[in-house]
């Protein structure tokens, strides 16, 4: 079984472009969070959703971020205009439901 | 301050043990996880302990959970250089989404 898939890697902008970010969850798992992890920060909670659904948005910082999951398949996380304060590592995670979430090996943003 | 809260650095000898400590603030915290990241890697689960447990033991590795102080702890026994990593301590209040909430990460070092 394939784990959480992120897209890219890593990812390195000018401040004021746009990023999109991919994640492809585990094959059956309805639910899907992102998180973000500023240099030397907690790894902190943007949002979550089930299915299609955003069942909890409370974290995301901004209207600068838009997270989509179009089909309840796979996520986009767009970034647009991207910030200096943006860069960090954005980690997707997966879970059937009320079960342990898997967590992917993160798209690593750096905004200059 | 913090909802959960963890040492940044740690630096052990090759085969001696690690003990990497946290404490959180939610009361109601059902599940305490605690998630490795090697270079490069994303965020594995190591472990978890329910609320209603004081100690879990899978191999080298011990879970004590102090609920009156809200303290638990991650003891790594004969720590290897393969165990150097950032370490995630997490806590989730679920009802029923068993969102996680991190703390800031513990980078372990190991050296011969």
């Known amino acids: 079984e394939a784990g959480v898939t992120q897209f890219p890697s890593h990812s390195v902008i000018e401040k004021g472009q746009t990023v999109t970010l991919r994640c492809d969850p585990i094959s059956g798992h309805d639910n899907l969070y992102w998180y973000r992890r500023v240099m030397g920060k907690e790894i902190k909670f943007l949002l979550h959703f089930v299915k299609e659904s955003k069942q909890d948005e409370s974290g995301m910082p901004n209207n600068r971020f838009l997270a989509e999951r179009t089909g309840g398949t796979y996520s986009t996380l767009k970034v647009q205009p991207a910030e200096l304060e943006d860069s960090g590592v954005y980690f997707c995670a997966s879970s059937r439901l009320n079960t342990e979430a898997f967590f992917g090996q993160g798209t690593r943003l750096t905004v200059v | ?112």
Not at chain 2, 41 to 63: C, E, H, P
């Open chain 2, 1 to 112: 301050g913090e909802d959960v809260e963890q040492s940044l650095f740690l630096s052990v000898r090759e085969g001696d043990s690690s003990v990497i400590n946290c404490t959180y603030t939610d009361s109601s915290s059902t599940y305490l996880y605690w998630y490795k990241q090697e270079p490069g890697a994303g965020l594995q689960l190591l472990t978890y302990i329910f609320s209603n447990m004081d100690m879990k033991q899978d191999q080298r590795l011990t879970v004590l959970l102090n609920k009156k102080d809200k303290h638990l702890s991650l003891r790594i026994a004969d720590t290897q250089t393969g165990d150097s990593a950032i370490y995630f301590c997490a806590e989730s209040s679920t009802g029923g989404s068993y969102i996680p909430t991190f703390g800031r990460g513990t980078s372990l070092i190991v050296h011969p």
